[in-house]
Nanobody
Framework: QVQLVESGGGLVQPGWSLRLSCAAS????????MGWYRQAPGKERELVAT???????NYADSVKGRFTISRDNTKNTVYLQMNSLKPGDTAVYYC?????????????????WGQGTQVTVSS
């Protein structure tokens, strides 16, 4: 089993910054892509940013230039630095990891999700 634990959410004013963290633990052989998604009330979950094990990144157009995703492979942790926050960024943020695990018959990959952390941007 694998667990993803997020931290760093909160209530901030427009223009402020927040840094989210997500640490993976459990039966991990390796982690491929990691990412952040968000879901605002009444809307579908959407991609915010992803990062490969080699460090290649991808961002939603709405956050390009304001958000930065990074990871520490030695800690199985992914981060999301969010700057110049806007009210439209208000949502529950979820981290995602594609984890390779070792079992008796070999290895398999599975997607895991964190429990979510609330980010609220309001004056």
């Amino acid at each position: 089993q694998v667990q993803l634990v997020e931290s760093g959410g909160g209530l901030v004013q427009p223009g402020w910054s927040l840094r989210l963290s997500c640490a993976a633990s459990g039966s991990i052989f390796s982690i491929d892509d990691m990412g952040w998604y968000r879901q605002a009330p009444g809307k579908e979950r959407e991609l915010v940013a992803t990062i490969t094990s080699g460090g290649s990144t991808n961002y939603a157009d709405s956050v390009k230039g304001r958000f930065t995703i990074s990871r520490d492979n030695t800690k199985n942790t992914v981060y999301l630095q969010m700057n110049s926050l806007k009210p439209g960024d208000t949502a529950v943020y979820y981290c995602n990891a594609n984890v390779e695990q070792i079992v008796a018959w070999g290895t398999f990959k599975e997607d895991y999700w964190g429990q979510g952390t609330q980010v609220t941007v309001s004056s």
